[in-house]
């Protein structure tokens, strides 16, 4: 196919996998907006192998070492994908099995910008065949946990701090950062993914438990004498609050190094600085959101910020963002939390 058919394909895609990334990615300047998407799509095609729940575990394995190994030959395509998803169910295996057109797209971007991606979105593919065995054994009736706390950034490592270290490369790229101020921003990557991927795993709690899956992990339950299973049962909600409420200031920690992170790219990289906050904006006041929501293991109610909160946050974002004193202070307002902005 063609650049430009390959291109109208990753674009017509990106909004039927993620009308969230989608709004935020026109936030980028170019070249940054097409690296970022198509390195985004790329990491959806991973996550959707590793998802798909009918696939045996020895078929998402292989399926993520061929995807990994097309990496390193991008312009081949990935024939494997194509054929393991002839048949898409929805816009996320419709994508997968046209990975090639994202393949092709990727190898279209530079050796710069492929340098930058590429070895993030392989460890994701390593860690994502890692917990396809364990993942397996989730199912409505039968509940899988994590075992440890270590083992949740693990796992929160793979799926989202290495999109941390991808973008601080691509912006490496852009943003002629001096080695000095780069190596600041590397020592925070991996807490910008965690705090997203925490904050979702936080609202996400009672979801994930009819699944049969949960991120709380063993470890942090046994400290309040309860089982991963029993935290949305409303017999042990004071103990269950317990657990949350230690998840939630370990999700904190990590968006408070994402905020230092956002500050960190220069006030003149505009937008660079805009795409960043938006959703850290979005998490923390999520986070601040769930702390005091009584109905948070609840299966029927969902956490989630209003629209016009939404539209709100947008809005002043672009006001806040050249200024560190003023991101400082949005956040801490969007956080419920009362600090000296001025450091």
């Given amino acids: 196919m063609s650049t430009e058919t390959d291109l109208t394909f990753c674009h017509a895609m990106l909004p039927k996998v993620s009308r969230t990334f989608a709004a935020c990615i026109d936030l980028l300047p170019s070249p940054v907006d097409q690296q970022v998407l198509v390195a985004y799509l790329l990491c959806r095609i991973a996550d959707t192998i590793?998802?798909?729940?009918?696939?045996?575990?020895?078929?998402k394995e292989r399926l993520?070492?061929?995807?990994?190994?097309?990496?390193?030959?991008?312009?081949?395509?990935?024939?494997?994908l194509a054929a393991a998803f002839a048949t898409p169910r929805t816009d996320d295996e419709r994508l997968t099995r046209e990975a090639g057109a994202v393949l092709r797209s990727f190898a279209r971007l530079g050796p710069a910008a492929v340098a930058a991606i590429r070895p993030w979105v392989e460890e994701m593919c390593l860690g994502m065949a890692s917990y396809a065995s364990v993942h397996a054994e989730a199912r409505p009736g039968h509940l899988v946990a994590l075992e440890s706390l270590a083992e949740l950034d693990r796992y929160c490592y793979y799926?989202?701090?290495?999109?941390?270290?991808?973008?601080s490369d691509l912006f490496r790229l852009h943003a002629g950062l001096t080695p000095e101020h780069f190596a600041q921003l590397k020592k925070l990557s991996t807490s910008f993914g965690l705090g997203l991927q925490l904050t979702n795993i936080i609202k996400?709690?009672?979801?994930?438990?009819?699944?049969?899956?949960?991120?709380?992990?063993?470890?942090?339950?046994?400290?309040?004498?309860?089982?991963?299973?029993?935290?949305?049962?409303?017999?042990?909600?004071?103990?269950?609050?317990?657990?949350?409420?230690?998840?939630?200031?370990?999700?904190?920690?990590?968006?408070?190094?994402?905020?230092?992170?956002?500050c960190l790219l220069p006030c003149r990289q505009y937008r660079l600085r805009l795409f960043c906050l938006t959703p850290l904006f979005f998490a923390i006041r999520t986070l601040a959101l769930a702390?005091?929501?009584?109905?948070l293991l609840d299966p029927r109610h969902k956490v989630k910020i209003t629209r016009g909160a939404v539209h709100r946050i947008i809005l002043a974002?672009?006001?806040?963002?050249?200024?560190?004193?003023?991101?400082?202070?949005?956040?801490?307002?969007?956080?419920?939390?009362?600090?000296?902005?001025?450091?």
């Avoid at 006001?319 to 600090?339: D, E, I, K, M």
């Fill in 50 to 59: 590793e998802d798909t729940a009918d696939l045996p575990v020895h078929e």
């Fill in 204 to 262: 996400d709690v009672a979801d994930d438990r009819e699944r049969g899956w949960s991120f709380v992990p063993h470890e942090l339950c046994r400290g309040a004498r309860i089982a991963p299973g029993q935290l949305t049962d409303p017999a042990h909600a004071v103990a269950a609050s317990v657990v949350m409420a230690q998840l939630i200031v370990k999700a904190r920690g990590h968006l408070d190094d994402a905020l230092a992170y956002c």
């Fill in 291 to 295: 702390e005091r929501d009584p109905r």
């Fill in 317 to 343: 974002t672009h006001v806040v963002a050249p200024s560190n004193h003023l991101v400082r202070a949005y956040y801490h307002q969007l956080a419920g939390t009362r600090r000296d902005c001025l450091a």
């Fill in 64 to 80: 993520l070492t061929s995807f990994r190994i097309a990496l390193a030959s991008p312009a081949s395509g990935c024939p494997d």
């Fill in 159 to 167: 799926v989202a701090g290495t999109v941390g270290h991808l973008l």
